[in-house]
């Protein structure tokens, strides 16, 4: 187990693979350089990035930490170290630091659980990693629904993973949705809360959602109607942090920060603090 001063310091990293997922998200397998990976994490922890001389930056460890052999990231482009990464090729060497943040109950009260995980675009990359430890470790969990949308079909985050193994799992069931009619999609159309609002879950599942904060508030907003209660459902909010640690305060809201309180919360928890997110 890494301890406080151990996640401080970086280590030294090697991309190996670069997966182009959308237009503008990449996944990146990263190894330290004798090939191992760089340290232990649980679903829904982060990772620092940092490319000297450019930047550095905290991201979701979208790989199950049942994976031994190496961690991976989702990562869209969208600002200074990301626009480099999508640059890098495999043998690119960057560091690493972490692992940081509350990581999801995945042992604890998610154990045993009917399971419903609700994504929006980007937001599937940190429930990558909890859905694929859920299906690593079956026997511990009950059935599994996955509500994922996005604007496009060519904005889906790991389709083909999605198509050739999660449908295929058994007990698992993949609900997939775009924003508009496109060519060649014979799938849902509809935005994501509309369509978990069609759908109709019963409320005896514990659930997780991820995505654009807007689609958290409506999907929320949803799930209340259908009858779920607030203590039931988990997110995890990413969004302005910097450090990890702590101390810089820009991921501060109200008297938590994001990075060592959250990122994951659950929901009744979001109302103790201020509106700002």
Not at 164 to 191: A, N, P, S
């Amino acid at each position: 187990m890494n301890t406080v001063n151990d996640t401080l310091i970086p280590v030294l990293g090697v991309i190996t693979d670069v997966r182009i997922d959308t237009p503008d998200v990449k996944t990146f397998r990263v190894v330290t350089p004798d090939g191992k990976k760089a340290f232990d994490h649980k679903p829904g922890q982060c990772a620092m990035l940092s490319i000297p001389g450019v930047g550095e930056a905290m991201f979701s460890i979208t790989s199950s930490p049942t994976n031994t052999e190496f961690m991976e990231f989702s990562i869209k482009k969208c600002g200074c170290v990301t626009d480099w990464l999508h640059q890098a090729e495999a043998g690119q060497q960057i560091t690493i630091r972490g692992p940081y943040g509350r990581p999801f109950p995945v042992d604890t009260e998610f154990k045993g659980k009917d399971l419903l995980f609700i994504a929006g675009g980007i937001g599937l990359a940190p429930l990558r990693s909890v859905i694929n430890y859920c299906r690593d470790n079956r026997a511990d969990y009950g059935t599994i629904d996955i509500v994922y949308g996005s604007r496009s079909m060519d904005d889906l985050v790991d389709y083909k993973e999605i198509v050739d193994e999660w449908t295929k799992d058994t007990d698992v069931h993949v609900h997939l949705t775009i924003d508009r009619e496109q060519q060649g999609w014979d799938g849902h159309v509809g935005f994501v809360p509309s369509y978990v609002k069609e759908l109709g879950f019963d409320t005896n599942k514990t659930a997780i959602i991820c995505g654009p904060p807007i689609m958290i508030k409506f999907t929320l907003d949803a799930m209340i109607e259908l009858g779920f209660d607030k203590t039931q459902v988990y997110t995890t909010m990413e969004l302005r942090m910097k450090c990890g640690v702590g101390k810089c305060g820009r991921c501060n809201i109200g008297a938590k920060y994001v990075c060592k309180d959250g990122p994951v919360f659950r929901c009744d928890e979001l109302d103790e603090l201020p509106d700002e997110y």
